[in-house]
């Protein structure tokens, strides 16, 4: 472990306009989960990127200009035109990146990557359509029929293995190509085509190069990953741990869906002004209003039980990275990590007989009481994990123990069984507009997000503000859960955290 004995992360030229390198062990974790649930007719973790835009102009002229900052976006990140392939005479998985020196190579790959969808649906309702995740990253033009106006509106969608970008780097990718874009349409025909042939040197590293992290784990930092293995099988064992209700119904994933709650400008400041009198950030009251909601929605026995909290930490790892791998220059990246050690918290599930039935009407003292325990656990957990200045060096090998083994010979696997105690993830995106500026020359962008394909039985929830409100939403496959239930768990993590803060 910590490890993957003899590979080469180094891009390499391996016959003439072909690259390749090794996968590290985040680009792996991902690849593999995609193999283990390809049984399924779908892609497991695939990144979908959302923008609304409005731009004044033709249909023709911002069409051309977004195809041309596509364009730019494949030379300036060549990494967005790569993909993973199993070689069998490694063994292993591959990333590998083809050029397009000719004109005709670059319009095709335009072609393929670059699809116009003309639908009466929004941008979401046509994400929640089940669409496809094609091998190479794609970008679609969503289109709504019957109008007609000066004004060009529309969305941009990005589908992507998660084995090739994160969910900040989509993000990126966005700012940086409408950054072109308004170039483009700025100046038409006068608009200079980038000449290929140089864009290998910019293809990204695994996230082991970008940090500088050794191949091998010293004796140290094995001691410490042989301590969080055994804490973390420990935390689980010997006690009921919480997790979200879920009807056993199917036994395969159905479609992945997206549903989301905004709050006013003013909802927002209040629960941010509260969030920072109390030393917490927005993550971490959102985080602890997860678990009370969990522990609200376990079914109550004669007596009161003690329930487990256990949840983790998602980190972009950006921050930790050298230059220029810490900048937008490289998005199209897999530089994010999860936590080794577990978050745990132990909570009281309250008798039948005692109180009231729905505890989200409990405004009482001992109730933010318990909410700012947790609160406090949580806000712990997350600094200690964000302070830790040798966390970094351990990132691959917390990726590798949880990593299952590949198929040998790539054989699709038979789909795994889904859990029934599960579980409920929160993603930060902070504040969007750093990433994602809302104007770029006369395009005007609105609602940028980004979630991961969900093809198990709990819940993915994303936190972020754009404009001065905060949007939480959720990911979850409609093969255990309706839309109602995700938003009822929504509304409920609002509710828990605004009457606890009292917001």
């Known amino acids: 472990m910590g490890s993957i004995e003899g590979s080469d992360f180094s891009w390499t030229q391996t016959q003439p306009g072909r690259w390749e390198r090794d996968l590290d062990e985040t680009e792996q974790f991902y690849t593999t989960l995609a193999k283990t649930y390809e049984g399924s007719g779908r892609c497991s973790f695939a990144i979908t990127g959302s923008v609304s835009f409005s731009v004044p102009g033709t249909e023709q002229e911002v069409e ?56 009466k649906m929004s941008g979401l309702q046509w994400c929640n359509s089940d669409p496809p995740v094609p091998t190479l990253p794609t970008l679609f033009l969503i289109k709504r029929s019957g109008r007609s106006s000066a004004m060009i509106t529309g969305d941009l969608v990005l589908r992507a293995r998660h ?29 200079p085509l980038p000449t290929f042939g140089d864009e290998p040197s910019r293809l990204s590293p695994p996230l082991r190069i970008a940090a500088g992290i050794p191949p091998v784990l010293s004796q140290k930092q094995q001691i410490r990953l042989d301590k969080t293995v055994a804490w973390n099988g420990a935390l689980k064992s010997g006690v009921e741990v919480a997790g979200i209700p879920c009807g056993r119904g199917p036994t395969k994933p159905g479609r992945h869906q997206r549903v989301a709650i905004t709050l006013s400008t003013e909802s927002t400041h209040r629960l941010l002004k509260a ?16 678990g009370i909601v969990l522990r609200d929605l376990q079914k109550r026995q004669v007596r009161s039980r003690t329930i487990r909290y256990i949840n983790y930490s998602l980190l972009d790892e950006r921050p930790q990275c050298e230059e220029p791998y810490n900048t937008a220059a490289h998005p199209v990246s897999v530089y994010n990590s ?12 309250p008798a039948a007989s005692i109180g009231v039935s729905n505890q989200l009407l409990d405004y009482s003292i ?32 917390y990726w590798d ?20 105690k599960a579980s409920v993830s929160l993603s930060d995106m902070g504040t969007v507009e750093d990433t994602v500026f809302p104007v770029h ?50 509304d409920r993590c609002n509710v828990v955290t605004i009457q606890a803060l009292g917001a």
């Not at 395009?443 to 936190?463: I, K, S």
């Open 401 to 420: 123990m949880i990593t299952p083994q590949y198929p040998s010979d790539n054989v699709t696997p038979p789909v795994p069984m889904p859990y029934q």
């Open 163 to 191: 084995d090739i970008i994160d969910g900040t780097g989509a993000l990126m990718v966005f700012n940086n190509l409408f950054a072109h874009a308004a170039q483009a349409l700025e100046q038409g025909d006068a608009y």
């Open 64 to 119: 051309s200009a977004l195809k041309k900052a596509w364009l730019r976006i494949r030379y300036d990140h060549p990494s967005i035109a790569s993909r993973v392939e199993y070689s069998a005479h490694f063994q292993r998985c591959k990333k590998v990146y083809e050029m397009a020196p000719s004109q005709d190579e670059q319009s095709d790959w335009i072609d393929a990557t670059f699809r116009v969808v003309r639908t």
């Open 441 to 490: 020359g006369a395009f005007e962008l609105d609602n940028p997000w980004v979630t991961r394909e969900h093809l198990v039985t709990g819940l993915g929830l994303f936190l972020g503000t754009w404009k001065g409100r905060l949007t939480l939403s959720a990911t979850y496959n409609d093969a255990w859960h309706s839309r109602n239930e995700a938003l009822a768990f929504l």
């Open 275 to 290: 969030c920072k009198a109390l030393g917490l950030s927005v993550t971490h009251a959102y985080h602890t209003a997860i």
């Open 366 to 397: 001992p109730r933010r009481r318990e909410y700012m325990r947790v609160a406090s656990a949580v806000r712990r957990f997350d600094l200690q994990n964000r302070n830790d200045k040798q966390r970094i060096q351990m990132v691959p090998s």
């Open 338 to 349: 999860v936590s080794g050690e577990c978050l745990a918290i132990d909570l009281t599930v």
